[in-house]
């Protein structure tokens, strides 16, 4: 069945952030009087929620972040998307003609997702459909935020085709019972430990050209017509 409903990631799908969003989580996380390594940080923290990573670094670091952290964290992630965050290539092209039905569906919180679509160009593309994981009760790897996002447009599960950058992403999605393409054309996906670990989980199919979506979309469709 071609999809009817595309649910896009926005940190890493849309917009080219998860670089600049690392950096001030990092910087935090030094703040705090804590060190973790950037390769240990994407592998623990990519697509996951504050709430989540908050989490994460409590019971694993033994990390305590506190609002003024939190605080500190959101002006200096603002002023990196304000001066450097720039959207993926060919997105608004993509967003300008797809065939179908589409929205976001983010860990990130609402005014955040808003205004990284706001600076790169593309929140006209894309308001009113913006869902965030403070809008539910778990975020990703729970389906909580995608099956929300489905229901709030209206969709079945199955009809929905989910535009992952993340393993959590795209566990949230299997978890839904959600197709779901893993995206590696951004630039932290540059090297071979994400695609690595994107492809086993076997997504049903992994891209990084965003333009090859349409076309990629109706394969599915033609798949199962001849099947």
């Not at 959101?74 to 929205?103: T, W």
């Amino acid at each position: 069945m071609k999809p009817e409903l595309v649910i896009f990631d926005c940190d890493g799908v849309l917009v080219d952030s998860e670089g600049l969003s690392m950096a001030a989580l990092l910087d935090m996380v030094a703040q705090a009087g804590g060190a973790i390594g950037e390769e240990v940080a994407y592998e623990r923290f990519l697509g996951r929620s504050m709430a989540s990573v908050r989490e994460i670094l409590m019971q694993e670091f033994r990390l305590a972040i506190t609002e003024t952290h939190l605080s500190a964290m959101r002006v200096d992630l603002m002023r990196k998307f304000r001066e450097e965050l720039k959207p993926i290539a060919g997105v608004a092209e993509l967003l300008a003609g797809i065939p179908i039905a589409f929205c976001v569906a983010s860990s990130g919180t609402l005014d955040r997702i808003r205004y990284s679509l706001e600076v790169t160009g593309l929140l006209g593309l894309l308001e009113p459909h913006l869902f965030s994981a403070t809008m539910v009760a778990r975020g990703k790897p729970a389906p909580d935020l995608f099956l929300h996002a489905a229901a709030s447009m209206e969709k079945s599960p199955a009809a929905c085709l989910v535009i992952e950058d993340s393993p959590a992403g795209v566990q949230a999605a299997q978890s839904a019972g959600m197709r779901v393409a893993a995206f590696v054309g951004g630039s932290h996906a540059a090297g071979p430990g994400l695609k690595a670990r994107l492809a086993s989980m076997h997504p049903d199919f992994i891209f990084a050209d965003m333009l090859k979506l349409p076309g990629l979309i109706a394969q599915m469709g033609e798949e199962v017509e001849t099947s």
